[in-house]
């Protein structure tokens, strides 16, 4: 991990060997990849992440800090319990264009759809250069807190909010416990508290 934070420190070493060794007269050895724009920023971002006990993120490819899973598990509200994992994967024009992020599971929310899209408006139209990834994880937890039927991408889901909210609350335990609703079955989202384990989805 300590990798990630001293990208820029190896690449100016590499760059003052090879101005060195170019100024000797001797050949310079094969260039280091050069650290991208992105990168920095995402290495900036990550470095000032305040992330709570609820929250971590790994990374699959400790070289690659452009693609990293978040895994939320909340301790409140109706998703209390459950262990969701979201892929997020940058591209070389951040911070102009959002995070793609993804989640792992399927899952009943009004603002996630089966298929694990993300409906929060700051990685759509709302995403502007100033936000940072803290800004994105934050925004990820707030939708476990207080789902958004208002601007959803699983209607029904939306629509049993609005509607029928005790309805909405014995549907997100159900389906986190791996039954069905609506004829749709869901991944077992739950942690057992008491061995902390988590378990997988797709």
């Known amino acids: 991990m300590l990798k990630i934070w001293s990208m820029k420190k190896?690449?100016?070493?590499?760059?003052?060997?090879?101005?060195a060794a170019a100024g000797a007269g001797g050949a310079a050895g094969p260039r280091k990849k050069k650290v991208t724009a992105a990168q920095l920023r995402v290495q900036k971002d990550l470095s000032e992440l305040s992330l709570g006990s609820t929250m971590r993120i790994d990374f699959p490819d400790p070289d690659d800090i452009l693609n990293f899973i978040l895994t939320i598990e909340p301790d409140e509200g109706m998703y209390r319990d459950g262990h969701f994992t979201f892929k997020f994967h940058i591209n070389a024009n951040f911070p102009h264009d959002p995070p793609k992020v993804e989640c792992q599971q399927?899952?009943?929310?009004?603002?996630?759809?089966l298929e694990g899209k993300v409906c929060l408006n700051i990685l759509r139209e709302d995403w502007k250069p100033v936000l940072n990834l803290n800004a994105v994880i934050v925004g990820l937890q707030f939708l476990f807190l207080e789902p958004n039927a208002s601007?959803?991408?699983?209607?029904e889901?939306?629509?049993?909010?609005?509607?029928?909210?005790?309805?909405?609350?014995?549907?997100v335990r159900t389906a986190m416990a791996g039954g069905a609703v609506r004829n749709e079955r869901f991944d077992k989202v739950l942690v057992n508290r008491n061995d902390g384990a988590g378990s997988s989805g797709r």
């Open 151 to 155: 601007d959803p991408l699983n209607k």
């Open 106 to 113: 399927k899952i009943y929310h009004p603002n996630i759809d």
């Open 157 to 171: 889901a939306a629509e049993d909010l609005r509607g029928h909210r005790d309805m909405f609350k014995r549907n």
């Open 10 to 19: 190896e690449q100016q070493k590499a760059e003052n060997a090879e101005g």
